[in-house]
């Protein structure tokens, strides 16, 4: 396997580990589910993605435990790659969530039993992954700094939060913030209305936060965008409504113009934005995660014309 270096095509991209391992009932899993899992981070790997984003939760903890597996089999591949855990979700039944806890003790236990399923010394990027409304800021910082002190986590960052809680983490914490993930796509374009809706009546329940690309771009803090793949509405999966077939028809014709994949185009019109997204791909499918290799490249050429082509289309009405 190879691991292309930083400027190569596809090496902003993340691809995020959600859907390896067992079931969300029970987290068991077997030597399928780790067969599964390793041909996942091959064909991640083969395509130049050397991040990979994880959270304690996912399938109960076994997509740590199959990637673990799959690090035994190839130890080698620990030192080219960067592992990023979230905590801070707990569980009820299922994949349902029964509370959030970014106290102290849920966020050492939590990075504490990721590193012990991944076997691996440390989480490279921690992310904290949902604003958990009885959270101390400075107990947040205190439990991270131990952490780090400790050599257990590297960098840290955020996940579902907004501008001015990243600001409140950033006031506590003693070192800085380099990520906030959110859900960003060609469906979730909340990010661009923020942007084109000002001052207009329109404006109205738009859903991303206020100022967070401005905020982000100013302190240096990535925007990694998850479900960036839209879950394949535009790419071959089923499309829900009229609008979402008539995008994925326009992705498809766009694709064939320019000899790149469907997938390409997607993470290419969240690439070409200068808010630099990074996009956390959750396809299994080895195809899919080969087929999004050419985003970096699609969005290096992609036009405005393109660009507001695909905006447009995805909303569903012209911009004001
Ligand atoms: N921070 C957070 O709160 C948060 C929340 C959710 C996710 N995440 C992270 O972001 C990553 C990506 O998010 P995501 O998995 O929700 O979104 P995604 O990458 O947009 O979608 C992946 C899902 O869509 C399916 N899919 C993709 N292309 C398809 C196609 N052409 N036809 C049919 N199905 C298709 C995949 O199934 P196949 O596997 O069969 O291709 C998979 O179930 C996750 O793995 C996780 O690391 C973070």
């Known amino acids: 396997m190879q691991v292309l270096d930083e400027e190569s095509p596809g090496s902003r991209l993340i691809y995020g580990c959600m859907g390896l391992g067992g079931s969300w009932e029970d987290g068991r899993y077997g030597a399928r589910e780790v067969d599964l899992a390793e041909a996942a981070v091959a064909a991640a790997v083969e395509s130049g993605i050397g991040r990979f984003d994880h959270a304690d939760i996912y399938r109960r903890g076994s997509a740590e435990s199959v990637f673990g597996e799959v690090l035994r089999r190839a130890p080698e591949l620990r030192a080219r790659i960067r592992i990023q855990g979230k905590v801070g979700i707990r569980l ?28 691996v ?6 992310l904290l992954h949902r604003p958990d ?43 800085p913030l380099v990520a906030n993930q959110l859900e960003m796509s060609l469906a979730r374009h909340g990010f661009v209305d923020s942007a084109v809706l000002v001052n207009h009546p329109d404006n109205v329940g738009t859903d991303f936060p206020h100022g967070m690309l401005e905020h982000c771009g100013r302190r240096g803090i990535e925007l990694q965008a998850w479900g960036a793949l839209a879950a394949g509405r535009y790419t071959g999966g089923s499309a829900v409504d009229g609008r979402t077939a008539a995008t994925a028809a326009l992705v498809a014709r766009m694709a064939a113009d320019l000899g790149v994949t469907p997938e ?27 087929a999004c290799a050419q985003a970096e490249s699609v969005a290096a050429a992609m036009t405005r014309v393109q660009w507001y082509t695909l905006y447009t289309a995805a909303r569903g009405k012209p911009v004001p």
Request: charged share 20%; aromatic share 2%.
């Open 92 to 119: 009820a039944a299922g994949d349902v969530v029964g509370h959030y806890d970014l106290g102290a003790v849920a966020i050492r236990e939590g990075v504490l039993g990721s590193i012990e399923r991944l076997g």
């Open 133 to 175: 409304p009885l959270w101390e800021p400075v107990e947040v910082a205190s439990a991270v700094a131990e952490l780090q002190r400790d050599g257990l986590v590297g960098d840290v960052g955020a996940s579902n939060m907004s501008t001015a809680q990243l600001v409140a983490l950033q006031d506590a914490l003693g070192t």
């Open 264 to 290: 390409a185009v997607v993470l290419g019109w969240l690439m070409r934005h200068p808010a630099r997204i990074a996009p956390v791909v959750g396809t299994t499918n080895p195809d899919r995660i080969r």
């Open 121 to 126: 010394e440390r989480l490279d990027v921690l």
